[in-house]
């Protein structure tokens, strides 16, 4: 007994690999799926006088946002931050 739990058996490897993945993808899913339900509840609440707040402070404007047009032109303009912040 207690081969299985020498890591030349390949037993402690696999579990190490197999049972953290299955966890991640589950609660990536769940975590996914309240994200996007707060963000369908704030969206839906655009038109009221409550406005988001928080990190969802920028959906209160996004109307001036769809608006914005960039200045970037090549790709260098990405590392110059005023021509990124603009």
Known sequence: GGHGY????GL???FAVYVPAC???GDNVVLQLQVAKFLMKTV????SRKAPAGTT???GRAQHL???RSNVRKAEDWLNP???LE
């Not at 839906?44 to 038109?47: D, V």
């Open 12 to 14: 402690p490897e696999l």
């Open 82 to 84: 005023g021509m990124v």
């Open 44 to 47: 839906s609440q655009l038109g």
């Open 23 to 25: 966890t991640y993808e």
């Open 57 to 59: 402070e920028y959906m």
């Open 66 to 68: 769809l608006k914005c």
């Open 6 to 9: 020498l890591w030349c058996s």
